[in-house]
């Protein structure tokens, strides 16, 4: 973190947004130190820690390098190398990189990707140079930090998924849609429009292609129209004989079931089938209006009585989609909501996250204190700031200890609570964390079912 941050925090603190930007790796205190929040644990992982400045950017693998020439960008031919692949051969090929990562590794993506046997990672007619092109084409879709276990945790969780755009490019030999007559035209005079204007842009180059076009007799248009639907012909042969080749996974309208209903209207369906005499005369959404407050003042142990009844009918309605589709893999995004996710962890023994920090422990106790709820929450953040930095030294101190000691607890609560996590479950749960020690967690427990 930067000095400037730094003394910008001096004079106010927003809690939530250093939340958001540090994400439990370090939180600036008011009086202009750097607070750092080292995991409790120690292992051989624990370097991978490092990687959280680059934990939002997006994988840029060789397959989807952008080459910069002469002001145009133009995609590099890699993905046409692909060989043709199916969702099987992909999450083939997952099962057999997990299987030669060593044990307890923690080298990054790359330098792992570099120093893999792909002579035991091939299997079929996917020689190893085929196995590490489809992995780098897999891995364009995935964020790429950390250690391959937990990269290729993610791959997983995406292929699991049938109609993962990652599955949309199925080999090289897939057609091309032929250019338009237009751009046929195009790409004929451009070089000798570039020769003739060697100081015009690309743009204006484009701008001088149209024109052209726009004055172009229609008996000359005619010649590269005929051409354009000669190619057509020619394509629509190629792809179909290709479709017919590499078939993509079958797809099913989810409206053939009824799909599960979300815990609030199971909720509104049994409160409106009984009389209630307070709402008499009542219209059907004035109904719904009382029930749906009714319903978020409850408790979480009784929300989740509705959200089980939810679980269930999703399980039932995944159960007939697999059954239709003859897989194991199915496309459901569940109707809970966040909220709703978040009851289903801690009633099933998920402990809350720590305080990163004393600053932050210190922010949780009293910014809900009597004495703050008559200030205005913008203001808030910045007295609690005054307050913080105006405690003794021991004070401020046993705010960190206590912090430290509440994330010693975490480490083992929450440790315990993934052992008993499939691995399925554990992956929907690394994928869903956003960063620090409980993120780190779940991966090592990825990573030991992968065994």
Do not use: F, H, M, V
């Given at each position: 973190m930067s000095k400037n941050k730094n003394k910008r925090a001096s004079s106010s603190v927003d809690l939530t947004s250093a939340k958001k930007k540090t994400k439990a790796t370090a939180v600036s205190s008011p009086v202009g130190k750097k607070i750092p929040e080292k995991p409790i644990y120690t292992s051989d992982e624990s370097s991978s820690s490092s990687s959280e400045s680059v934990e939002n950017s997006l994988i840029n693998t060789v397959a989807n390098e952008v080459v910069i020439s002469n002001g145009d960008k133009e995609e590099s031919d890699s993905k046409n190398d692909l060989p043709a692949f199916t969702f099987d051969d992909m999450n083939k090929l997952l099962d057999n990189v997990r299987k030669v990562i060593p044990d307890g590794d923690s080298l990054k993506y790359n330098t792992r990707l570099d120093k893999l046997d792909w002579e035991q990672v091939k299997f079929g007619n996917f020689s190893g140079e085929d196995c590490k092109k489809l992995l780098n084409h897999a891995m364009s879709f995935i964020r790429k930090y950390k250690t391959m276990n937990e990269v290729i945790a993610e791959t997983q969780a995406a292929a699991a998924k049938p109609s993962n755009k990652m599955f949309k490019v199925r080999g090289s030999q897939r057609p091309r849609h032929p250019s338009s007559s237009y751009m046929i035209f195009a790409n004929e005079i451009r070089d000798?429009?570039?020769?003739?204007?060697?100081?015009?842009?690309?743009?204006?180059?484009?701008?001088?292609?149209g024109e052209k076009w726009r004055q172009l007799p229609q008996t000359k248009k005619d010649k590269y129209v005929k051409q354009f639907e000669e190619n057509k012909k020619v394509y629509l042969a190629e792809v179909t004989k290709y479709n017919s080749e590499h078939p993509e996974p079958e797809k099913i309208k989810k409206k053939e079931f009824d799909k599960p209903k979300a815990p609030l209207s199971i909720y509104l369906s049994e409160k409106l089938e009984k009389e209630n005499p307070d709402l008499e005369g009542k219209s059907l959404k004035e109904k719904q209006t009382f029930y749906k407050n009714k319903y978020n003042q409850l408790s979480d142990k009784k929300?989740?009585?509705?959200?089980?009844?939810?679980?269930?009918?999703?399980?039932k309605f995944v159960e007939k989609l697999k059954d239709k589709l003859k897989t194991a893999n199915v496309d459901y995004k569940s109707v809970l909501n966040k909220q709703e996710r978040d009851i289903v962890e801690k009633m099933n023994g998920k402990p809350d996250s720590p305080p990163v920090n004393g600053y932050a422990l210190f922010i949780k106790e009293n910014i809900t204190t009597p004495e703050m709820s008559l200030i205005e929450p913008k203001l808030k953040n910045s007295i609690l700031a005054t307050k913080w930095k105006d405690l003794e030294k021991n004070v401020r101190e046993s705010y960190n200890n206590r912090a430290k000691v509440a994330q010693e607890q975490f480490v083992v609560e929450m440790t315990n609570y993934v052992k008993g996590l499939p691995e399925k479950q554990a992956i929907e749960l690394y994928m869903s964390s956003p960063g620090g020690l409980a993120k780190d967690i779940i991966a090592r427990r990825i990573e030991s079912l992968s065994k």
């Open positions: 000798k429009l570039r020769k003739q204007n060697p100081t015009l842009s690309i743009i204006e180059i484009g701008k001088l292609i929300k989740y009585k509705y959200i089980k009844k939810c679980l269930e009918a999703e399980d």
